[in-house]
T-cell receptor, first 115, second 115 residues
């Protein structure tokens, strides 16, 4: 089955700086890679996703890149703001025989944006 | 609110008791997932349904855990003879179906504390 590793586990940046979180996955058949943001005591919320036929996707201050050959993908947040502080999870969607299966999550990155 | 709804939000029980949680997915979402999340970890897959059919159950799930989705709408997760190690946040998520890479939408979870 799929295995997702995420680094770093904690990340502290100054307001206005950029933050980068990296993930690797093991199953080359996985074809969908979402990122979730989870604030303390709240539900994980989808912030951006990327499909395996695309190398990069941007949405305002956030972007995700995917390298299928190396089996890694990254989240980039520019011009960070204090409200970006949260735990971020990457995930990979298993894909068996062309049918999507379930999301496997990384262990999370606690991002702290210092004002 | 048309999001995923979970009840109860909190459950405190004594070791050895049975507990049952309910999840109401987003209307017309065919896929329903149960995940478990402990502090500092990413959501861990438990089981999922396509309509009323339970398609996969994690090998990590002991026989004390059972889930149902009898009419393909709401789902229940029951834990029998609870143990302290069962203490966690139990998250439910739904997605539109088997379409190419459907995002998962999470509920607010049920926090279980076993004393």
């Amino acid at each position: 089955g799929e295995n997702v590793e995420q680094h770093p586990s904690t990340l502290s940046v100054q307001e206005g700086d950029s933050a980068v979180i990296k993930c690797t996955y093991s199953d080359s058949a996985s074809n969908y890679f979402p990122w979730y943001k989870q604030e303390l005591g709240k539900r994980p919320q989808l912030i951006i996703d990327i499909r395996s036929n695309v190398g990069e996707k941007k949405d305002q201050r956030i972007a995700v890149t995917l390298n299928k050959t190396a089996k890694h993908f990254s989240l980039h947040i520019t011009e960070t703001q204090p409200e970006d502080s949260a735990v971020y999870f990457c995930a990979a969607m298993e894909n068996y025989g062309g049918a999507t299966n379930k999301l496997i999550f990384g262990t999370g990155t606690l991002l702290a944006v210092q004002p | 609110d048309t999001g995923v709804s979970q009840n109860p939000r909190h459950k405190i029980t004594k070791r050895g008791q049975n507990v049952t949680f309910r999840c109401d997915p987003i209307s017309e979402h065919n896929r329903l997932y149960w995940y478990r999340q402990t502090l500092g970890q990413g959501p861990e897959f438990l089981t999922y349904f396509q309509n009323e059919a339970q398609l996969e159950k994690s090998r990590l799930l002991s026989d004390r855990f059972s889930a149902e989705r009898p009419k393909g709408s709401f789902s229940t997760l029951e834990i029998q003879r609870t143990e302290q190690g069962d203490s966690a946040m139990y998250l439910c998520a739904s997605s539109p179906g088997t379409g190419y890479n459907s995002p998962l939408h999470f509920g607010n979870g049920t926090r279980l504390t076993v004393t």
